[in-house]
């Protein structure tokens, strides 16, 4: 959704995110025509489009679309943020909350094997909670790890799947 | 073969007790996410996606459709409770139904809520019934060239919603085409944009990129702008109606139904335009055009009916040509895919058990809603109360559980951070979902169909030419150039309620996304552009709504 005049600071700024966002596009772009265009002539390929005509398309289409983005931002347009029921727009983005949320979440993926899934996720769980602004850290705690053994019984017994059990193996 | 004896099969398909506990099952799940706030119903699935591992692939689209079903009622307790707006579709309904409720009215917007989803949905899960065989009859005749055209017409259709920027619907199919491309290409079984990565041979798993886009994405997104603000969640006893709400609701639900069942139907990107075209008709021909602003039941009933009725709706491309229009119909169709049955027309004579029983089980389905919604409200409401940080919290982790239960590797969860990263992104810029994820679903199919046609041509262009295609690429042609056709045609061939429906939207969305980023007005040359995508369906879109309209009078 787009177009607008701002006041010319708050536009300005937004504005220059906006080009960002033609620029990822386009860099994506090239970079599938390029790799497309490096592919090895295949010995095996059948019929007469080979694997590179879909991904040149599909690059030019981004390159193309990324261009027509920037000639929108440059004329005015801007992109419409999602609403919704808990979001409230107007002041800028929460990076800190965003940055300890990304690492609650890094966390269990690198802790997730040898840790097992029921400290991993209960750190995610407990960290998530906690980066969003609850502190009743012990009752985040509780919830956390009944969550964590409650889905690992759950996908063990009801699903067939096991999930990593880490330093409880053989207790769980 | 007879519609209504398969029909009767598949109640015996989805009255087993295992089946009719899951469609139970997914009808509270459903409700439950569904009033939530910040889980759409395409969440749901998506989060749910890794559960049905464990089941009968027919008893899992079975308690998808529950979900589907619930999710779409869910949306609308949220936003007749909570003073903001939730999903699209339930935008209108915030509108009037927030507006009654705050009038003390909130049983009575919730109960027409339910009993129009309740009508909608019946009428056009029958419609769905009698319609998809005829379709999938008609499209099993249809060469790869054909299957390619509509899959393009999809793509199209998706990105060129009513009333949102081109060019960033096709910035977002052009991701989700791009995350499709990724692994092993099954015709030269070269590898593409892997860059090495042994675990991205074999392409990113639908379930890591739902989850992504519509889980961590979203919790992203909604944390990096969190109402740190208590809510106001206005209490509710147990729905009910008096004789002047039901004498005042049944024809906007039939016409609502009229209305959302064939704009399901064609992909022209879900719920948000028909809704609003509802709430405008019914404004229209409403005795009460005063109370429009101010709490008209007829401006819940409508849209509410509507939404349902194209959720049916949305199901006839997805089960006749293996199309999704909405994002929830995307992911289930992955969930299709998952178990290795190849969606598209012939999917009625291959799986008629699990067609008619899933047919059969969105009437219990519907059903259910209406027996538990009534006395549930009042706990559904408390659900609303749920501290948000336990909400976002338990996103995550359930999205890292789902991710990593999927495939059992530790890079898929480091895949669905950078995924949902970009879902972020998407939401901050106004880059809608719904084409990415059709990109990604849809893209593989669309380049085999693509190959495989001009295979049979030898590789000349030509073989994608025969006159169905042509009449498909002729559609495509109008919907792109529309702007233009339209600058041409004469004032005359505007249609008003179409015009108005678009400028409510509009409306809204300036109401919506006013912050001091976006300011809310458009330059003349938008305006028309999208005045002019009103027109596009006149004709089909009247013929369509005639039988659910009753005669003046009557």
């Known amino acids: 959704m787009t177009s607008a005049q701002d006041g010319p600071a708050q536009g300005q700024e937004q504005g220059r995110s906006e080009y960002g966002v033609a620029l990822f596009l386009g860099a994506i772009g090239v970079l599938v025509v390029v790799s497309a265009l490096l592919l090895p002539e295949s010995r095996i390929s059948r019929g007469p489009v080979g694997p590179a005509a879909v991904p040149v398309v599909v690059g030019g289409l981004l390159v193309v679309v990324a261009a027509f983005l920037a000639v929108d931002v440059a004329r005015g347009g801007r992109g419409e943020p999602e609403s919704g029921e808990d979001v409230e727009l107007g002041a800028g983005s929460d990076w800190r909350t965003i940055l300890l949320l990304a690492a609650s979440f890094a966390a269990n993926a690198l802790l997730i094997e040898s840790l097992g899934w029921v400290f991993s996720g209960a750190i995610l769980f407990w960290g998530s909670a906690f980066a969003l602004g609850s502190r009743h850290y012990v009752r985040d705690a509780v919830i956390a790890f009944a969550l964590s053994i409650g889905s690992f019984y759950l996908f063990a017994l009801g699903l067939g799947t096991v999930l990593p059990p880490g330093i409880l193996r053989g207790i769980l | 073969m007879d519609a209504f004896g398969s029909l ?185 944009l892997t860059f090495g990565v042994p675990e991205l041979a074999d392409g990113i798993d639908v379930v890591v990129v739902a989850i992504g886009l519509f889980a961590v994405g979203e919790a992203l997104w909604t944390a990096a702008h969190l109402r740190r603000r208590p809510v106001d969640v206005i209490p509710v006893g147990s ?153 976002y919290a338990g996103i995550l982790f359930f999205a890292s559980l789902g991710a990593y239960a999927a495939n059992a590797n530790t890079f898929d969860l480091f895949l669905l951070l950078v995924i949902g990263a970009l879902g972020m992104m998407m939401r901050r810029y106004g880059l809608p979902l719904l084409p990415a994820i059709i990109g990604v679903i849809l893209g593989p199919y669309a380049e085999a169909e693509l190959r495989q046609a001009l295979q049979i041509s030898n590789g000349d262009l030509g073989g994608l030419i025969d006159p169905m295609s042509v009449v498909v690429y002729v559609i495509i042609a109008l919907v792109l150039l529309f702007p233009i056709v339209r600058r041409v045609l004469p004032r005359k061939a505007h249609v008003p309620v179409l015009d108005e429906a678009v400028h409510e939207l509009e409306e809204a969305h300036a109401h919506h996304g006013a912050t001091t980023a976006v300011a809310v007005e458009r330059h003349v040359g938008e305006r028309h552009v999208d005045g002019g995508r009103a027109g596009e369906r006149p004709a089909g879109e009247r013929r369509d709504r005639a039988p659910g309209d009753p005669p003046p009078g009557s």
Request: charged share 10%; proline share 7%.
């Open chain 2, 8 to 192: 009767v099969e598949g109640f015996g398909t989805a009255l087993t007790p295992t089946n009719l506990a899951f469609a139970l099952l997914g009808v509270l799940l459903g409700t439950a996410i569904g009033v939530l706030p910040g889980i759409g119903p395409a969440m749901a699935v998506a989060l749910l996606l890794p559960l049905t591992r464990g089941l009968d692939v027919t008893t899992a689209l079975i308690m998808f459709a529950g979900i589907y079903y619930g999710g779409m009622y869910g949306g609308s307790t949220t936003s007749i409770l909570l003073n903001t707006p939730g999903e699209s579709a339930s935008v209108v309904t915030a509108v009037e139904g927030n507006k009654m409720a705050r009038a003390g009215r909130a049983a009575q917007a919730l109960a027409t809520a339910a009993i129009g989803s309740f009508v909608a949905g019946t009428i056009a899960t029958l419609l769905l019934a009698l319609l998809a065989p005829t379709v999938a009859d008609l499209a099993i005749e249809v060469s790869p060239a054909d299957m390619f055209a509509v899959m393009a017409l999809a793509f199209i259709a998706v990105t060129s919603v009513l009333g949102s920027s081109r060019i960033r619907g096709l910035a977002s199919l052009g991701l989700g085409l791009t995350i499709g491309l990724i692994g092993i290409d099954a015709t030269s079984g070269q590898q593409r």
């Open chain 2, 239 to 391: 729905p009910r109606m008096s004789r002047s709400d039901w004498s005042r609701s049944w024809k906007p639900w039939l016409r609502g139904t009229a209305i959302g069942f064939p704009f399901g139907a064609v992909p022209a990107g879900g719920a948000e335009i028909p809704t609003f075209l509802s709430y405008v008709t019914e404004k229209r021909l409403s005795k009460h055009p005063e109370e429009f602003g101010r709490g008209a039941i007829e401006g819940v009933a409508g849209p509410e009916a509507t939404n349902n009725a194209s959720a049916a709706g949305g199901l006839v491309p997805l089960l006749t040509l293996g199309i999704p229009t909405t994002a929830t119909a995307a992911v289930m169709l992955a969930a299709i895919q998952s178990y290795g049955i190849e969606p598209g027309p012939q999917l009625f004579d291959s799986e008629p058990e699990l067609v008619w029983g899933l047919i059969a089980s969105l009437f219990i389905g519907n059903a259910a809603l209406l027996v538990l919604n009534l006395p549930l409200a009042p706990v559904w409401a408390r659900l609303l109360r749920i501290p948000r940080s336990y909400l």
